[in-house]
């Protein structure tokens, strides 16, 4: 049985004793061999899915999952707010209408603002964190009065402040832009 593989070399003896020797460098294969050529470390603009020089680490690109889902439950919110009201004004009187809408002003105001998520930076986050913590307020409120109405929007807003408060909705909203 032949082995084509060359002894190691004997180990050197250390000059300073304690410290570990060094037999040179390790035997991974040559530049352009074995690892293919295309995947540089940041070597430049030729090298995908590694930044040029002079570009720091890029955010990500797409919205994540939990802010999108805080932008559709505050959109669905504010739509159902609204069509309730304008039911409301059909139904009963105009005055509890115009009470719907301003006990759920936070909400409305937090709805628009989910039109710029995808632009906007972190205030805007911490913007819609707020009004929705006001909102909840508004919820108990009206929870603790006995209005079944104010449950809804409760839940919705307590769903959006648990959304926007995670850490990867907050890398979203400082991500550096361009």
Not at 8 to 14: G, L, R
Not at 44 to 59: E, T
Not at 63 to 86: D, E, F, H, K
Request: with cysteine; hydrophobic share 40%.
């Amino acid at each position: 049985m032949s082995n084509q593989f060359p002894p190691p070399p004997p180990p050197q003896p250390n000059p300073q004793q304690g410290l570990p020797t060094y037999n040179g460098p390790a035997q991974d294969p040559g530049y352009g061999q074995g690892y293919g050529q295309g995947q540089g470390y940041g070597y430049g603009p030729g090298h995908p899915g590694y930044p040029g020089y002079g570009q720091g680490p890029m955010g990500p690109h797409r919205m994540p999952g939990v802010v999108r889902a805080a932008q559709i439950v505050t959109w669905v919110l504010a739509g159902l707010t609204v069509i309730g009201s304008i039911l409301l004004i059909a139904i009963s009187n105009p005055e509890t209408a115009g009470a719907a809408l301003g006990v759920n002003l936070c909400l409305l105001v937090a709805a628009g603002m989910a039109f710029r998520f995808g632009t906007a930076g972190n205030g805007i986050r911490v913007t819609c964190i707020v009004l929705m913590s006001v909102q909840i307020l508004f919820g108990l409120g009206g929870a603790a009065a006995g209005n079944p109405g104010g449950l809804l929007p409760l839940l919705g807003s307590i769903a959006v402040v648990i959304l926007l408060s995670q850490g990867v909705a907050g890398a979203w909203f400082k991500r550096p832009r361009v």
